[in-house]
């Protein structure tokens, strides 16, 4: 009897492809997962396609027209697991800056025809309109963390994903704390860990990318940044609000430094 493989699926929404290139980027450990796996749909890589259901689907990008929210429920109904991959998907992406403004004047400001545009009010992630099962972040998503979250399903077990802070991945390359010694702003005390604290490891303060971490105080940090470092609201502003303006922490935060606030 022949033996089935689980059926892989990965899907677009509005993203500049950059995770899906991370999973590319596999190479060689791609090529083995494509032996134990059957990639059915996964049009960054081939024109081929099968039809669902999906054993797993990775999901890129954030929802931000009503079509896309038709398109993510056809895909959840197809898909056994679901795994939102990257800031895009899991928080809305850098998409999500519009989220603190009126779209329709964003559309005007920019398109001849606005009229002729259909977008919903926010970006936002795929969590918000199905249920999903596991959640990666970081602009890139890492693809280490794809093939730990792919392997870990197809051995039965839980993935194991780091849900701590950047600042543990820099005291475990025993790196000097950028903020402390330097004086750099730095959002790694509330940053989720994946990079392995590729800025500080350049002297740079992190400007988080990977998003928030699970258990963090982002309302401490930003009363340090601006009491101890000096940095205004304006600045507090632009530093919660890049890749993951949308997420709630970075989100709320952001809004209680607007000028309205103030
Ligand atoms: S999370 Fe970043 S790299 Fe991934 S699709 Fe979105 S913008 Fe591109
Ligand atoms: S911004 Fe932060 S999370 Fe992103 S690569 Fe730099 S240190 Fe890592």
Redesign the pocket.
């Known amino acids: 009897m022949a033996i089935t493989r689980p059926a892989l699926a990965v899907w677009k929404f509005a993203?500049?492809?950059?995770?899906q290139l991370q999973v590319l980027s596999l190479e060689e450990q791609l090529l083995t997962l494509a032996e134990v796996v059957d990639v059915a749909y996964f049009l960054e890589a081939s024109s081929a396609t099968a039809r669902g259901p999906y054993d797993v689907s990775l999901v890129?990008?954030s929802i931000t027209t009503p079509e896309d929210e038709e398109r993510i429920h056809e895909i959840r109904a197809a898909s056994r697991t679901l795994i939102a991959i990257?800031?895009?998907a899991t928080a809305g992406?850098?998409q999500a800056l519009r989220n603190f403004a009126a779209v329709d004047e964003l559309a005007e400001a920019v398109y001849p025809h606005p009229e002729q545009l259909a977008v919903l009010e926010e970006s936002t992630p795929v969590s918000a309109h199905v249920e999903v099962e596991y959640e990666l972040q970081g602009?890139?998503?890492d693809r280490h963390q794809v093939l730990e979250a792919l392997s870990a399903l197809l051995q039965g077990r839980r993935p194991n994903i780091p849900s701590h802070s950047v600042c543990v991945e820099c005291k475990r390359r025993g790196l000097v704390c950028v903020m402390v010694a330097h004086g750099e702003p730095c959002l790694g005390p509330v940053t989720n860990a994946g990079c392995g604290a590729l800025c500080p490891s350049f002297h740079r303060g992190c400007y988080g990318c990977f998003g928030p971490a699970e258990t963090t105080n982002t309302g401490s940090l930003v009363a340090w940044l601006r009491h101890e470092q000096g940095l205004g609201p304006a600045e507090v502003v632009r530093w919660l609000r890049t890749?993951n303006a949308g997420a709630r922490r970075f989100a709320e935060e952001s809004r209680r430094h607007e000028p309205s606030q103030r």
Do not use: T
């Open positions: 993203s500049c492809d950059g995770c890129e990008g990257g800031a895009c992406g850098i602009c890139p998503v890749y």
